[in-house]
């Protein structure tokens, strides 16, 4: 069988993130991330939203079905069209609708005091887009058991 | 992970050899071939031909977009250029404005000055005229000679003087008025 994984775990075998959601006001950038994360077997679900109000609206109800809840979630840092930023969605989700999830920017930004904020909503890592983010994802990859089990430090992929 | 049913394989391993058609998608991840060595085959092609597609969607939907974001940039060059075009052909008429009200009183005070002269020489030669025919008349009456003419004359002066004298020192006063320089 032909192995497929995110990251190592404890055990020694490869895991794959079971669900991310991608937040993302830029409907290119969900074609691109898709493939990207297919291609490195970084998951096999993923949703994409544009919203950060339509987020937040899911995770709100995601509270009486956790199991829809997805495991890791990418959020813009500037969701244009939504009533407040990635990072307060960040905070939202961790601090209103209980998480559990991975959680993190990704953002074209690379603002000190946007990270400071983010880092203050809870965010567990930043990384910044561009043409070649194939490589950071890889390094995320193997850095998420960690991040899953809340080990690993706030990190920027850059 | 999937088990796959024999028949299932076997339909799948059939319409690739015969249609060049393979199970598309992540799914193909979750397939289990087993021991099965053909099924297994047929599996490795399918994920390398899935990923040979998104490896070429990845790359095009990178270079839709970067044109993209060009684009937008353009956009974003473009308004900043039209508003600086306006903003300098509102200065252009603004100034063009100025230079035109400038121009217009310019030719305003000219033209009350030439008034302010022409004014001045027909009151300097009223005057004249009537210092004249009074010297004239005096001269007249001194040395006992004959005044009717002169008489006529100097009583003709006079009374165009008097009755144009209101007219003349409006004209005069409008004109000073006029030509009077704005208050800054």
Request: charged share 30%; aromatic share 8%; hydrophobic share 40%.
């Amino acid at each position: 069988m032909r192995k497929v994984g995110c990251g190592v775990d404890d055990k020694g075998e490869d895991t794959m993130i079971d669900s991310i959601l991608l937040v993302d006001d830029e409907n290119l950038f969900h074609l691109v991330f898709e493939d990207a994360c297919s291609l490195l077997d970084i998951s096999l679900k993923l949703q994409a939203l544009s919203s950060a109000d339509e987020a937040d609206r899911l995770f709100k109800a995601w509270k009486n079905t956790p199991d829809l809840k997805p495991e890791c979630v990418f959020v813009d840092l500037n969701i244009v069209g939504s009533s407040f930023d990635g990072a307060e969605l960040i905070r939202r989700i961790n601090y209103e609708h209980g998480n559990g999830v991975v959680i993190g920017i990704i953002s074209s930004s690379y603002d000190r005091k946007e990270m400071s904020k983010a880092v203050a909503a809870g965010a567990q890592f930043w990384i910044v887009k561009s043409d070649e983010i194939e490589p950071r994802l890889e390094e995320f990859k193997n850095d998420y058991p960690g991040y899953k089990s809340r080990t690993a430090n706030f990190k920027v992929y850059s | 992970m999937i088990q796959v049913a024999e028949d299932a394989k076997r339909m799948l391993i059939d319409i690739a050899e015969k249609q060049d058609m393979y199970v598309e998608g992540n799914i193909l991840k979750l397939f289990d071939p087993g021991d099965d060595q053909e099924f297994r085959k047929y599996v490795d092609v399918a994920i390398d031909r899935d990923k040979a597609a998104r490896s070429k969607r990845l790359s095009v939907t990178k270079q839709v977009q970067n044109q993209n974001r060009e684009l937008i940039f353009a956009q974003q060059q473009n308004e900043k250029l039209m508003s600086d075009l306006q903003a300098a052909l509102q200065k252009a008429e603004d100034a063009k404005k100025i230079v035109e009200n400038d121009l217009d009183n310019l030719q305003k005070r000219n033209q009350f000055e030439l008034i302010n002269i022409i004014v001045k020489v027909s009151l300097w030669m009223i005057v004249g005229v009537g210092i004249l025919s009074t010297g004239m008349y005096i001269t007249g009456m001194v040395t006992k000679s004959d005044t009717t003419l002169t008489g006529n004359v100097w009583s003709n002066i006079v009374s165009i003087l008097l009755t144009n004298s209101f007219s003349i020192i409006g004209t005069i006063m409008g004109v000073k008025y006029a030509s009077e320089k704005p208050k800054t």
